[in-house]
């Protein structure tokens, strides 16, 4: 299988595991980032780096954008105006002046995997309200010292 393959059957192994805030554990708990930290595990092996501690809300108004700062360090931004491939990380702001927080796993061009309270992991479809909350796309492939977007 291709790396991207694995990244979604990784993720899709997640559906269903219940919300649980800074958690990572399969079938267990996860949140947004959660998710994303297993899937690493599962299909890369340990994870880069550990995640600070954050606060549970989505209207946080921090001055850092610390999801957005790990995206950068850990993984391969894209260009903007690529179509989203298979296994893309996809960073979202829910408002203009906030900073990134929430992270999801394309399966599809116009499907993700995301971890949200009261529903857990699951899949939702890339409707305009989320295209237009979308910041930041990322690929697995670690980043290069000269910071290449493909």
């Given at each position: 299988m291709?790396?991207?393959a694995?990244i979604?059957?990784?993720a899709?192994?997640?559906?269903?595991?219940?919300?649980?805030?800074?958690?990572?554990?399969?079938q267990v708990g996860?949140?947004c980032?959660?998710?994303?930290?297993?899937?690493?595990?599962?299909v890369k092996?340990?994870e880069?780096?550990?995640a600070?501690?954050?606060?549970?809300?989505?209207?946080d108004?921090?001055?850092?954008?610390?999801?957005?700062?790990?995206?950068?360090?850990?993984?391969?931004?894209k260009?903007?105006?690529?179509?989203?491939?298979?296994?893309?990380?996809?960073?979202?702001?829910y408002?203009?002046?906030?900073?990134t927080?929430?992270?999801?796993?394309?399966i599809?061009n116009?499907r993700?995997?995301h971890?949200?309270a009261?529903?857990g992991v699951?899949?939702?479809?890339?409707?305009?309200?989320w295209?237009r909350?979308l910041v930041g796309?990322y690929?697995w492939i670690?980043?290069?010292t000269?910071k290449?977007i493909r």
């Amino acid at each position: 299988m291709t790396l991207e393959a694995d990244i979604v059957v990784a993720a899709q192994g997640w559906l269903g595991t219940p919300y649980q805030h800074q958690a990572s554990l399969k079938q267990v708990g996860c949140d947004c980032l959660g998710l994303l930290r297993g899937v690493w595990r599962e299909v890369k092996g340990d994870e880069p780096e550990m995640a600070p501690p954050y606060a549970p809300r989505w209207n946080d108004a921090a001055k850092s954008d610390l999801l957005l700062e790990m995206a950068e360090r850990n993984f391969c931004r894209k260009a903007k105006d690529e179509p989203i491939e298979v296994a893309d990380i996809l960073l979202f702001r829910y408002r203009q002046h906030l900073p990134t927080r929430h992270v999801a796993i394309a399966i599809s061009n116009d499907r993700f995997i995301h971890a949200y309270a009261g529903r857990g992991v699951v899949v939702n479809g890339f409707s305009a309200w989320w295209q237009r909350h979308l910041v930041g796309r990322y690929g697995w492939i670690e980043p290069s010292t000269d910071k290449i977007i493909r």
